[in-house]
């Protein structure tokens, strides 16, 4: 088993910044990579960014890409997603989660190949 908490949330002007982070606990050391997802009301919930283990592959969704960094504290076991030039499209419940399903990268932008998920935090971003 797995457990993830979330923090970093809030609310931000478009243009501003925010940290996100992903504490994990258990039994990570099965696991393959590390993802972020986000969810805006009335929408299907949406690949972001995601990290493999080995902190070897990052992959990104082209909505966030060159705004958007995820990368890993191994020390910590904690996952962050700086979050900058924060657009009000950007608002949504950001969700991280754990894969120890798939090894090959192609799969680390699946939301089905991730089996550990957090409880969410909020991100609104204003105009």
């Known amino acids: 088993q797995v457990q993830l908490v979330e923090s970093g949330g809030g609310l931000v002007q478009a243009g501003g910044s925010l940290r996100l982070s992903c504490a994990a606990s258990g039994r990570t050391a099965s696991s393959y990579s590390m993802g972020w997802f986000r969810q805006a009301p009335g929408k299907e919930r949406e690949f972001v960014a995601a990290i493999s283990w080995s902190e070897s592959i990052t992959l990104y969704a082209d909505s966030v890409k060159g705004r958007f960094t995820i990368s890993r504290d191994k020390t910590k076991d904690t996952v962050y997603l700086q979050m900058n030039s924060l657009k009000p499209e950007d608002t949504a419940v950001y969700y991280c989660?754990?894969?120890?399903?798939?090894?090959?990268?192609?799969?680390?932008?699946?939301?089905?190949?991730?089996?550990?998920w957090g409880q969410g935090t909020q991100v609104a971003v204003s105009s």
């Open positions: 989660a754990v894969n120890s399903r798939r090894a090959y990268y192609y799969y680390y932008t699946l939301r089905g190949s991730y089996d550990y």
